[in-house]
């Protein structure tokens, strides 16, 4: 994620922060900025709410810290007509809904449409970071309220090729955007604009049964994403070439030491490849390595 979108919002995160602490402060409640008591029932969600996924694990323990602790920091709502919009907060919200509280302490706070999209991008980004493709759509959500994409990226901190990065998903088959839906960290806006301009060299159904061929290895870790354009292209090529200048695409295993990834057995029907980080073994090692591999070579003879 760009340094410039992280350090605008996390700033802007600030400012409401020190907005709620003005208002508990203060003694009397104006009509402007009021600190009081709401109905769950009468807070509806955010519009702008960038996150897709609310794992259930982290509500619970944020359920059972405010049980213990009570609830530090009060969501934030502006009021349309006679209910409520949430602003921020909605972990809070939804914990407070495990417990089945029915009131939850809140700050009224006057916020433009501008304000609310870019302030729940800002608290998501502040507390937990926000997949790139969570943050193209929340940028695509708020884009029509600014009067140009220009503007748009001047608020959040971004470069127009930085924020087109994050709009490259859209264009991606829909298919994948569901996947995408239940696990938005497997694809990054680089590798998504890699497939983007990939899509437009190729036939739309060939290219997108590739890129599912390519993205099943991908969801088992056979293939890493910065490599998922690569393999689609080769795999089109091929297919292109004919049967006869054919190669099988290659099927990556990953190699692990204490659950980390240190590297991965390549295989297709040509050859077969053996990556490792180079800081895991000697050079006594690596020649013992060597030695095994001719061993196996011999049996097979």
Known sequence: MAKDIKALLKRKLEENNSRHADASQETSLDFGRQHTRIALNLIDPNPFQPRKQFTEKELQSLATSIKESGLLQPVSVRQLDDRYQLISGERRLRAHHILNKTTIEALIIPTTDEEMGILALAENI????????EIGQALRQIESLFPSKKKLAESVGLNREDMYRYFAFEDLPASILKKLDERPNLLS???????????KEHDTLKFESALHAGWTLLEQAQLEQTKLAEWVDHHLKQAAAGPQASVDPATNHPIKYSGKKVGYISRNSRQVVVKLNSVLINEEQA???????EQLIQEKV
């Open 189 to 199: 806006r680089t590798a998504a604009n890699q497939l983007k301009r990939l899509s």
């Open 126 to 133: 502040d507390r937990q970071d926000l997949s790139d493709y």
């Open 287 to 293: 020649h013992r390595l060597q030695q095994f591999v």
